[in-house]
């Protein structure tokens, strides 16, 4: 059972999370014109994957995968949901450096979500016993050297949130979508205590705080822009699973962190006339559901009262279970907008 007193610093940093958010909200700058903004009337196909390579045998084959879905002629944007290795593994910087590099022979533009293994996770001994803090300013360094920009040897403009030192925060709209990649990460979103302490540190709250603003600013402009542009839908990238089913009776004290954000996706998708879908891993196992619809324990956990049966979340498959990727593809004329496919990789045994 948790102590009292991990339940009232549990609650504590809540209120400081809703307080960060409240204020990011009110000081929002102006609307700029969105960078990534392409509003051609005809489908729209992408690649999302994540939670790989995990382990030898998946880095080995990592150059394969990427030349499989380079080779998907309807593919023309990919998405990795984070996760570059397994939570087990050193974080060090010649394996993100072989990763940006792997990276690098995507043809078509990559967004990448971060994932906590690459960072958050960083600080256990079989990790290195790294400052995670550290990890996550190199994960920026090495993957986001271009801000407003994507990855991929065809790189493209997006509306990046890099002036509030958060590159990997990206918006960008594609054939009357909007989409948004926000880093939120497993692990309570970074609040899980780091090796030899009992509550996040000073430094790791703050961090926590100054993200998940960003991330909340994120998710309000991507649907403001989408009423702005009437686009069809709204379209949510991320690492974390924050609905994960595999859990039978989650805890409050280790989904709080993200409940400032669950809120801000709950509040705009109740407000906008069209489809919601929200694609993470973290789970490792693939899942289409819609978490906060009427009846869910979701609702209650994240203290919110009214449903949003608009919103759709898919989880791809990864970890051990990395068989597959998800192909896409925008409907400009179809009620439900998106549909998708699990497409098995080459050699996977799927």
């Keep these: 059972m948790r102590s009292w007193r991990h339940a009232v610093s549990a609650t504590a940093a809540l209120s400081l999370l809703t307080l960060a958010v409240s204020a990011g909200s009110a000081s929002a700058r102006p609307h700029a014109a969105d960078a990534g903004t392409i509003t051609e009337d005809k489908p729209f196909t992408f690649a999302v994957f994540g939670d790989m390579p995990y382990g030898d045998a998946e880095i080995a084959d990592f150059p394969h995968v990427i030349s499989q879905i380079n080779a998907d002629p309807d593919v023309s944007f990919v998405t990795h949901l984070g996760d570059i290795k397994n939570g087990s593994t050193v974080c060090s910087d010649a394996y993100f450096q072989m990763i940006k ?35 996550l300013a190199k994960i920026r360094q090495v993957f986001f050297p271009r801000p407003g920009r994507t990855l991929g040897q065809n790189s493209v403009p997006v509306t990046s949130q890099a002036d509030e030192g958060i590159p990997e925060d990206v918006r960008y709209t594609r054939a009357g979508v909007a989409f948004a990649a926000v880093d939120v990460v497993g692990s309570n979103n970074s609040m899980a205590p780091w090796t030899g302490n009992t509550q996040p540190t000073p430094e790791q709250a703050a961090e926590v705080l100054a993200r998940t603003a960003s991330v909340t600013e994120s998710i309000h402009d991507t649907f403001a822009s989408a009423r702005r542009h009437h686009d069809r839908a709204v379209t949510l990238m991320m690492q974390a699973d924050m609905f994960d089913p595999t859990v ?36 490792h196992l693939y899942n289409s559901d819609q978490p906060l619809a009427t009846g869910s324990s979701w609702l209650s956990l994240y203290h919110l009262t009214t449903a949003v049966p608009n919103l759709h979340r898919i989880t791809v498959d990864g970890s051990n279970n990395a068989k597959d990727y998800l192909k896409v593809t925008v409907q400009p004329h179809n009620p439900q907008v998106l549909n998708w496919t699990r497409v098995p990789l080459a050699g996977s045994g799927a």
Excluded: M
């Design 248 to 283: 039978s009776d989650p805890s409050y004290a280790d989904y709080y962190a993200f409940q400032p954000i669950v809120a801000a996706i709950a509040r705009e998708s109740a407000a906008f006339d069209g489809p919601v879908y929200l694609f993470n891993g973290d789970s």
């Design 101 to 135: 590099s792997d990276f690098d022979q995507f043809k078509d533009p990559l967004v990448y979500t971060v994932g906590d293994n690459e960072w958050t996770d960083c600080h256990r001994p079989n990790n290195g016993s790294y400052n995670p803090l550290e990890r």
